[in-house]
């Protein structure tokens, strides 16, 4: 394993202690619950949104707090829910009077911690609910779900509903946003490689020199099929072709295209996905208004992306386009 | 080779169309010279700044055209410096009356293309300035240098004198400001893996299971040496020493840290070292004033991450901080 990495068990904590160094002035991190926060978070105006699910995701999520986007993440171990302690603490720690958000990617563990912690809170008087994503169209249940799994989509429903909560939304009209975000959502992964976890330090599956991972989930899951590794258009179109369908893409439709990095791919690749699946999604009639590439749901190092797809509504396009103010950036 | 590539020859020419698909409102393309530049240059009101180099090194420096920091940006294929007449052609059709800069990192290659470049430009009247970048401490020549490499600290180089230019700066100011900050930056890289140009198909070099090239050039070029493969801790000291020391830190400067991954190396790694580097660097007294996480400098895929320090003075740390606004966003 080449990786730069100390003893695993610290991975998660390092990562947090060195994203809260790197924002002094922005966010809080509290290591007791793996919990990294706004620094103007509790608002008396503004819904707290928490995310949590596991470590290895970045920037999702703990990277994506902040302005216009997350009050509050707090992160399981790599590929691990968040323990019902770490979220029920921190809806109490940072709850508004304007109420709690969770946005939970729909795996079986991660809804279970994020239910359990919505029952305690809800015992302590907080006012809670919860959307959960699931975008990926590769497949009906998975290894560790009943139903979709969320991934990248996931980004665009954290953005919509971050932006309201700024404008000042209720938590009504936040479930609201959200959901409607998500039913119009659509993504599916490839993977040119395995990804390694710290702790296991091998890959979690292996894959033929030729072979690429059609639909793989953002833990290493198994997606559709094996497939023979092939050009970029032909692999790009893999992606773009059953996500266009699912979501009934239409030639009058105005979308959000994101190219999304797992982790080991260069942005250059990224670049060159995106301009193939930009010409196969305007091919066929519909306009792309937003542009996303680079990696905003990933899988530690594996090599790959994902394609979304976002229909836009007037409301949803404003709010992706609303200013926000997270970790990453270049400046 | 597992990449999202079709024909090797057509790599670059289709990252830089996507990138322009992607950002249709602020970047133009031109496809003869690998022209990407800003949709408002050249302009009457400011220095045109224009950057080259191979490509492969991506989000240098195609993606940082825009407001804030480059004009224009022309590279040549993977690792191959751009041809005279790319440089040429792009300081003629975007040169502004109030002159052109360029910035090349020190490569033998870079450097001849853009002095033919300038000599050219001057015999047609334009008034055009170069900066040469020359931050990497690891070795005093290379491979493809006479004196030392210019790597990530590019950045800091382009991200001031972009401010500087936004306010009005002259050329001469530009020259001056630049020189400035490459006089006070230092880097130095490490790579766990080789590289993979799509052309060649195989990686650069090979390096063992053990093995890590320390003072790694950006272009796989062999380091200082080759040293065991160690604990985040150690890796990360490895760098952070070199760089302070050859700066001359001293315990009262403010600096910029950064740390830039190389290609291949995850978000949440490069967290994780930048919490040592952090904590390296403070350890000695000095106060970090503006963190930097993430890659700015890559080598394709190649896994690993390079350390930079800039010392700040209070005109620099004021450029830092302005605005700019580039392809390389999440919104």
Do not use: W
């Amino acid at each position: 394993m080449k990786k730069f990495v100390d003893d695993p068990k610290d991975f998660v904590p390092q990562m947090l202690e060195g994203l809260a160094l790197a924002n002094p002035d922005t966010l809080r991190y509290v290591p007791e619950y793996n919990l990294v926060h706004r620094v103007d978070t509790p608002s008396d105006d503004r819904v707290t949104i928490i995310q949590g699910s596991g470590s290895g995701h970045e920037p999702a999520h703990v990277m994506t707090v902040g302005p216009g986007m997350l009050g509050a993440a707090c992160p399981g171990d790599v590929f691990a829910a968040p323990p019902v302690e770490y979220v029920f603490e921190t809806a109490k720690r940072l709850a508004s009077p304007r109420g709690v958000l969770f946005i939970v990617n729909n795996y079986t563990g991660d809804r279970m911690a994020f239910e359990m912690a919505q029952e305690l809170a809800e015992t302590e008087g907080l006012d809670v609910r919860t959307i959960f994503v699931d975008d990926d169209v590769a497949v009906q249940d998975s290894l560790y779900t009943v139903g979709r799994r969320g991934v990248a989509g996931n980004f665009f429903v954290m953005k919509a509903v971050g932006a309201a909560a700024e404008d000042g939304a209720s938590l009504d009209e936040l479930v609201r946003i959200g959901e409607e975000v998500n039913a119009v959502s659509r993504t599916m992964g490839l993977a040119l490689t395995a990804c390694t976890p710290p702790a296991k330090g091998e890959p979690l599956f292996e894959l033929g020199e030729n072979e690429v991972e059609l639909g793989v989930g953002i833990h290493g899951e198994p997606g559709r099929e094996r497939i023979a590794l092939g050009s970029a258009t032909e692999m790009v179109a893999a992606l773009v072709d059953p996500v266009a369908d699912d979501l009934g893409l239409a030639a009058d439709d105005r979308v959000a295209l994101m190219v999304n990095g797992l982790g080991g791919t260069p942005i250059s690749e990224l670049y060159l996905a995106y301009g193939i699946a930009h010409k196969l999604v305007t091919g066929r009639g519909a306009t792309v208004a937003r542009s996303y590439v680079g990696e905003y749901c990933t899988s530690l190092d594996m090599a790959g992306l994902s394609v979304t797809l976002v229909r836009l509504t007037d409301e949803i396009e404003r709010l992706l386009a609303a200013p926000a103010d997270i970790a990453i950036r270049v400046f």
